[in-house]
């Protein structure tokens, strides 16, 4: 069945750092790809999607590029700041319901 | 003003007891869904439907039965509640599939004891 993986559980940077998370997917066709996000106490919400081969997502700074020859749709961010501090979650579409990645959660420290 | 409304928040339960968990949306959307969150997993699907008294059976759904009595409303039912049913529940809701966003609710935190 289709999959999506996030290699990083955790991430630990500094204001300022860049941000790379990796994400790399399994499926049939062509699924939509998506990165949710989730701060404390709420419920995730959308940060971006990308449907097509080289279609760039972005949003707040974040960014991904849809790649299907290397089945990935990594999240980069130039310069992070504490309030990026959240849980990230990569996600495919299929069908009719979402597929999620285990999460990464990152922490920024001024 | 919130779209999708969770209750309760939060919950205690003992083991073998029955919970039910409320789902709310005021965005008009056919699809609703039911996911659990535990570290480590990330977000799993239980139930989802895509019209009213009509429920699917989505990745993880042994232990749980879901209830869609009307477009705006979507339980999730544990009938004997078990230890390992500890976890975060979401509910959200999307208006269509493929490339639609889905909107979450903000949780509720259930502890079997």
């Known amino acids: 069945g289709d999959s999506v993986t996030q290699t990083e559980g955790q991430v630990a940077l500094s204001e300022e750092d860049f941000l790379t998370i990796h994400c790399n997917y399994s499926?049939?066709?062509?699924?939509?790809l998506f990165w949710y996000v989730q701060y404390p106490g709420e419920g995730p919400q959308l940060l971006f999607r990308?449907?097509?081969?080289?279609e760039k997502g972005s949003s707040r700074g974040f960014e991904a590029t849809y790649d299907k020859g290397t089945t990935s749709f990594h999240l980069r961010k130039a310069s992070v700041q504490e309030s990026d501090s959240a849980v990230y979650y990569c996600?495919?579409?299929?069908?009719?319901?979402?597929?999620f990645g285990e999460g990464t959660k990152l922490t920024v420290s001024s | 003003e919130a779209a999708v409304t969770q209750s309760p928040r939060s919950k205690v339960a003992v083991t073998g007891g029955k919970v039910t968990l409320s789902c709310h949306q005021t965005n008009n959307h056919d699809y609703m869904y039911w996911y659990r969150q535990d570290t480590g997993h990330g977000l799993r699907l239980i139930h989802y439907?895509?019209?009213?008294?009509?429920?699917e059976k989505g990745d993880i759904p042994d232990g749980y039965k879901a209830s869609r009595p009307s477009q705006e409303n979507f339980s999730l039912i544990l009938e004997l509640a078990s230890l390992s049913q500890t976890a975060v529940y979401f509910c959200a809701s999307s208006g269509g599939t493929g490339y639609a966003e889905q909107f979450f609710g903000p949780g509720t935190r259930l502890t079997v004891l």
């Open positions: 499926a049939s066709g062509y699924p939509t």
């Open positions: 990308a449907s097509r081969d080289k």
């Open positions: 439907s895509y019209v009213a008294d009509s429920t």
């Open positions: 996600a495919l579409s299929d069908a009719a319901k979402l597929i």
